[in-house]
């Protein structure tokens, strides 16, 4: 079992499987892809799924492949079916997209073995979604989440980045999407992740105003008032309509105690936490050809260094240098 230096048990991992990406979303990746990583430092299929089974063996339950836009890595499906190989004992494999291109990937990635998959949405308005993304697929994310529901996904989670001046006025009009299309409607404070530097506490709307937003109108219910290490506090609507709200408050409700997670990037540095200022280097340890047990060793005692809270509140932070779309969302 992996365990860190505050007695957190680490169930769940995040791959990034690349760090390109389709949209320009601005509180994430305003300037376009970074100068491509050379293509030998970015883990091969079987690389992610040898490390993906030590990790297993050693107490992951949950991988969540991400990105960059991890539907642009090529045979994606096929990295999938790889890793879904290893259930039983790994118990979720999910996926979270921009949406774009996934309405033709929904069967195969579902045969594949992917349980659950997050779409991101960031506005229902259609020039509010070009401002924030960069891109004119509003038409296209509508796709995906039907192309979702229609493949089987159960739920289906759409996620929000919320930022003030932008999409801060929909919340009701989100908590309605999520009433009329059963979906799971996930709202993520803006945290400092963002490769243009345009983060300030100015910009981050507080998951508490999220919620009275919404409860005003349609009165929520909390589903997990003992939540774990689960992200998202999780409403349902009291009137016991299909849909879900979650929200994700990292800036302004601190979650770091109950913490499972652990990050790897696309070139294989292992990241313990999301604003971690330092990197581990499995791709390293894993081409020097050491024995499997070697890679178990190293991986636990990477996770012995995990960081036990962020620091984003404290006046010394800084910004870690490698932004969302390289770490993995
Ligand atoms: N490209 C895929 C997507 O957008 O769904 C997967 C990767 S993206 C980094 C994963 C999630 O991180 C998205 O839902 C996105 O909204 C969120 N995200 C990115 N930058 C963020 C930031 N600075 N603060 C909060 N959430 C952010
Ligand atoms: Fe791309 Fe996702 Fe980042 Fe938007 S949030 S720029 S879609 S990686």
Known sequence: MLRDAYNRTIRDLRISVTDRCNFRCFYCLPNGE???????TILTFEETAYVADIFVSLGIEKIRLTGGEPLLRKDIATLA???AVLK??????????????FPGLADELHSAGVDR?????????RDKFIKMTGVDGLEKVFAAIESAKRAGFDPVKVNA???????????????????EFGV?????EFMPLDSGHEWNRDLVVPGREIFETINAVYPLKLRNPDRGSETAWKYVFADGSPGEIGIIAPVTEMFCGACSRIRLTADGQIRTCLFSTTEHDLRGVLRSGVPRAEIARFIES????????????????????RTMSFIGG
């Open 34 to 40: 970074p100068p491509m990583a050379r293509k030998d």
């Open 81 to 83: 079916a790889e890793i």
């Open 88 to 101: 039983p004992r790994l118990k979720d494999l999910a996926l979270t997209t921009n949406g774009f291109i």
């Open 117 to 125: 998959v997050t779409i991101s949405l960031d506005s229902l308005d």
């Open 161 to 179: 980045a919320v930022i003030r001046g932008h999409n801060d006025d929909e919340f009701v009009e989100f908590a309605r999407f999520a009433r």
């Open 184 to 188: 799971s409607m996930r709202f993520i």
């Open 302 to 321: 990477v996770v012995l260094n995990k960081e036990p809270r962020h620091r984003i509140n404290d006046a010394d932070f800084v910004q870690p240098s």
